[in-house]
C-alpha cells in the first residue's frame, strides 16, 4: 500500500480507500468483517455518503470503536443550509463520531446546483459553520463535470475534489488533476471498475494507482474482495505499464461520456451506462455484473430502434453538452443481444 499526504490535509492517505456505498447490500456480519479487515491491512480512508441507504449507520456499527485508524469522508446532497445542517448532524449520530474529516458537497453536476450549494443560505455555509465548530475538519466537492469542477476550485474554498478515473473515463486528466495538483489539494477517484463494467479488475485498478491521484476508492463487500485490491496496488506501477494503461484508457474512453446524466431517455434507457460499457464490451466482454446489466436492460435497448419520436431527431442527443451520438451507439448496443444463445 501507498501512502501519500493528501493535500492541505496533512493526513497520510492510503492508495486504496473504502467505498462503503455497497456495504448496506451485505449481512451485516459481513460488513464488519470486511471493514475491520480493511483497517487491519491498512486502509486508512473510508468513503460513504448519507445519501447511500444505511451505509454511515453501519460503519458506526462496525468501526467507531476505532475512530482513530481511518480518514472519514462523507457526503451531504442538500443543497439548502437547513437540510444540510440537519442531514450532516445526522450522519455524525449514524457514524457515532463526533468529527467527520471530510464532508463533501455531493453530485454537482450543473451551475445552477453549485449556484445553490455555494449560496448564503446553501449547505457549504452549513459545512461551514460546522467546520468552525470543530465538526468538519475539511470541506470537498464530488460531481461527474471535470470542465465544471476546474473552474468551481479556483476560489480554493474547497480542500479536496471526488472524480472519475477509470480506464473508461481518463477525463480528469486533461484539467482537473493537474489544477488541484497546483493548488495542492486532496484527489481522490472515484469508479475504479465503472460501476462494474470494467475489467480485468487488476488493471482498472492500476490504472488510478499510476496516476496522479492520492486515494482511489473502490466499493468492497466482502475480505476476499479486499484482498484482490490489495494485490492489485502492491507493486509500483512502473513507465512501461503506466504507458500502456495510458494507451488503453485512450481507446476505452473514445465514447467520451462523462456520467454526467443530463441525458434523459423517455423509455429509460441507461444512456451513460451503454456509452461506457460499449467500448469496453468490444475490448474485453464484460463482468458478470455488465453482463447482468444487459440482461436487464434488453427490452428497453432494443426499443431505442423503433421509438418513433426519436426517429427524426433523438430526444436524448440535445441534452448532451458534448454533442455525443447517444442513439447510434445504444443502437449498436443491441448487437449484443445477437451473440450466440443470447439471441
Ligand atoms: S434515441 Fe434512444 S436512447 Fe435516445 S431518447 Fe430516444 S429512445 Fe432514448
Ligand atoms: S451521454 Fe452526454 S449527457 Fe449523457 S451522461 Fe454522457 S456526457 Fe452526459
Same mark, same amino acid.
Do not use: Q
Given at each position: 500500500m501507498r501512502y501519500t499526504t493528501f493535500g492541505k490535509t496533512g493526513y497520510k492517505v492510503s492508495s486504496l480507500g473504502f467505498?462503503?456505498? @455497497? /456495504?448496506?447490500?451485505?449481512?451485516l456480519e459481513q460488513a464488519r468483517e470486511t471493514l475491520n479487515y480493511a483497517l487491519d491491512q491498512g486502509i486508512n480512508y473510508i468513503d460513504t455518503a448519507a445519501g447511500y441507504r444505511n451505509s454511515e449507520e453501519i460503519i458506526g456499527e462496525c468501526i467507531s470503536h476505532r475512530r482513530a485508524d481511518y480518514f472519514l469522508a462523507t457526503k451531504t446532497a442538500k443543497r439548502d443550509y437547513k437540510s444540510a445542517m440537519e442531514e450532516m448532524q445526522r450522519s455524525m449520530e449514524r457514524m457515532k463520531?463526533?468529527?467527520?474529516d471530510l464532508l463533501q458537497i455531493h453530485y454537482v453536476n450543473r451551475p445552477q446546483e453549485f449556484k445553490d450549494a455555494m449560496a448564503e443560505d446553501g449547505a457549504y455555509q452549513a459545512a461551514l459553520e460546522l467546520k468552525r465548530k470543530g465538526h468538519i475538519r475539511f470541506i470537498g466537492i464530488t460531481g461527474h463535470r471535470p470542465d465544471l469542477l476546474v473552474k468551481w476550485i479556483q476560489k480554493e474554498q474547497f480542500d479536496q475534489v471526488l472524480f472519475h478515473l477509470s480506464l473508461a473515463q481518463p477525463f480528469a486528466l486533461d484539467e482537473l488533476i493537474p489544477e488541484l495538483t497546483r493548488l495542492d489539494m486532496g484527489k481522490t477517484a472515484m469508479k475504479p471498475l465503472s460501476g462494474g463494467f470494467i475489467q480485468p479488475v487488476d488493471k482498472a485498478l492500476r490504472y488510478p494507482f499510476s496516476q496522479n491521484v492520492h486515494v482511489t476508492i473502490s466499493g468492497m463487500v466482502s475480505v476476499d474482495e479486499v484482498k484482490e485490491n490489495i494485490a492489485a496496488m502492491r507493486t509500483a506501477v512502473g513507465d512501461e505499464e503506466r504507458a500502456e494503461l495510458e494507451q488503453l484508457a485512450s481507446e476505452l474512453g =473514445?465514447?467520451? $461520456? !462523462? !456520467? $454526467? @446524466?443530463y441525458c434523459q431517455c423517455p423509455v429509460g434507457i441507461a444512456i451513460p451506462d451503454i456509452m461506457i460499457s460499449s467500448q469496453v464490451r468490444k475490448t474485453f466482454g464484460l463482468l458478470p455484473k455488465g453482463d447482468g446489466f444487459y440482461q436487464k436492460n434488453k427490452e428497453k435497448i432494443l426499443s431505442c430502434a423503433d421509438h418513433e419520436p426519436c &426517429? =427524426? &431527431?433523438? /430526444? $436524448? =442527443?440535445? /441534452?448532451c453538452p458534448y454533442d455525443l451520438p447517444m442513439r447510434e451507439v445504444v443502437m449498436a448496443a443491441?448487437? #449484443? #443481444?445477437?451473440?450466440g444463445d443470447r439471441l
Open positions: 467505498g462503503a456505498m @455497497n /456495504l448496506p447490500s451485505v449481512p463520531t463526533d468529527v467527520i =473514445e465514447h467520451n $461520456c !462523462r !456520467r $454526467c @446524466n &426517429k =427524426e &431527431k433523438p /430526444l $436524448c =442527443e440535445p /441534452l443491441s448487437d #449484443y #443481444y445477437k451473440v
